[in-house]
Structures are given as structure tokens and as C-alpha cells.
């Protein structure tokens, strides 16, 4: 088996999935929070359009993201005239794509925790003068601490297998955008069914091991809140 192919599809993956859950942690947390306590008329279009990576498919994502990343499209432009040439087809375009399609596995676990919250807990934090801030970090976090950790869990695993957009978005490059599950569909179209099965095989068990892990967490929850 070509270990020399497998170790940058490795490496580019966990850089992929960890830069993605990273990124959309600081970004989804405030999106989860405002949908989980607004009344506002925009938060049914706005959890629609968080939502909408779940049931698109994952090559119409792509491929519009292809074209304004593309020469021609808005974002190629504007990358284009800070001098940092187009995203298609690079890493970092990778990134922008991962992003997008794993947004509602980390946004919706926030939002689920946040609505479960006891708003009781907050009024009487404020009532002892904590800051907003403070009030969110040392009473919400600590509170909806499965929540975060079932988001980065889900965040994490949704990248690593991510295929279609990224296929679309950054091709196959190695040591750029390859990353594991484009080299198992390079491997099978090249026949080479032993590393094939190597690869598959690893993807196999790393979902495995989230599901135990998501499962194990759920348990540990609900034995803490008495329902088993």
C-alpha cells in the first residue's frame, strides 16, 4: 500500500475538518444563540437557510460555489483584486466550502442546547451585575457544555466525509485539496481495490467511534438529569 499517497490526504483532512469546526464554532455560536432567543420574523428564513445544507445536494452547493469563486463570479473578483487570485481549486476555497455545507451540524446542536437553557439561571446572574459576556461564558458555556461538544463532534466527522462539494470546489490535488474520501473514489477508479478497502475501511471505523462517542455523551447526559 502507498503510504506516500495516504499520509497528505491524512493530513489535509484533519486540517480541513479542524480549521472547519474551529471557524464555524466562532461564527455559529452568536447565529445559534440570537435564532435560540429572538423573536424576530427573519428567524424561521434564517434557520431555513442554515438548514439548507442538509437536504441540497452536495454538488449544487458546489458547483455554484465553483462559479463565484470562478474568474467571472463575486468572489473570484474580490479575491482577485486583494491580489490573493481565485479560491477555486485551492485549499482555502476548500475551507470556504467546508464551512457552508457543515454549518447546520454545528449550528443546530448550539441552538438545542441554548433553547433548553433555564432562562431562571440567567436572570439570576444578572441580578448579581454579570455583564452579558460574562454571563454567557461562566454560566451558559459551562450549562450547554454537551451541546458544544456534541457540535464540534458533528462539525469535525460531517468534514471528514464530506465528498461531492469539495470534489466540485477543489478537485484533486495532492497535498492541496485531496483529501481522504477523494482518494478512495481515485483509488477505486484506478482499480487499486487494496488501498481502496485500507481507506474505506479507516473512514468505517472513525464513523463507528463518533457514533459510540455521540451515543456515550447522549447516555452520560440524561443519567446526570435523572431520566435514566
Known amino acids: 500500500m502507498a503510504l506516500t499517497a495516504i499520509w497528505p490526504a491524512l493530513l489535509v483532512t484533519l486540517k480541513l475538518a479542524s480549521l472547519t469546526t474551529i471557524i464555524l464554532l466562532l461564527l455559529g455560536t452568536p447565529v445559534a444563540w440570537w435564532l435560540a432567543r429572538t423573536r424576530s420574523s427573519w428567524k424561521t428564513p434564517l434557520s431555513?437557510?442554515?438548514a439548507l445544507p442538509m437536504v441540497l445536494p452536495p454538488t449544487v452547493l458546489g458547483f455554484y460555489l465553483l462559479i463565484a469563486m470562478g474568474p467571472n463570479g463575486f468572489l473570484g473578483q474580490m479575491t482577485a483584486a486583494?491580489?490573493?487570485?481565485?479560491?477555486?481549486?485551492?485549499f482555502w476555497g476548500l475551507l470556504l466550502a467546508s464551512v457552508l455545507y457543515s454549518l447546520p451540524f454545528v449550528i443546530q446542536p448550539l441552538q438545542a442546547g441554548f433553547v433548553a437553557l433555564d432562562p431562571t439561571v440567567l436572570d439570576a446572574a444578572a441580578t448579581l451585575r454579570a455583564?452579558?459576556?460574562?454571563r454567557?461564558?461562566?454560566?451558559?458555556?459551562p450549562i450547554c457544555r454537551p451541546a458544544f461538544l456534541t457540535a464540534i463532534v458533528m462539525g469535525f466527522a460531517h468534514t471528514v466525509g464530506e465528498f461531492g462539494v469539495i470534489l466540485m470546489v477543489g478537485g484533486n490535488i495532492e497535498g492541496e485539496t485531496r483529501v481522504l474520501s477523494v482518494l478512495l473514489y481515485d483509488r477505486v477508479e484506478s482499480m487499486a481495490y487494496t488501498e481502496?478497502?485500507?481507506i474505506a475501511g479507516g473512514l468505517l471505523i472513525f464513523s463507528f467511534v463518533i457514533l459510540l462517542l455521540m451515543h456515550a455523551l447522549s447516555h452520560r447526559l440524561a443519567r446526570r438529569e435523572g431520566r435514566v
Open 136 to 141: 454567557f461564558f461562566s454560566v451558559v458555556v
Open 48 to 50: 431555513a437557510l442554515v
Open 131 to 134: 455583564s452579558p459576556v460574562d
Open 82 to 90: 486583494l491580489g490573493l487570485g481565485t479560491l477555486a481549486f485551492t
Open 196 to 198: 481502496a478497502h485500507w
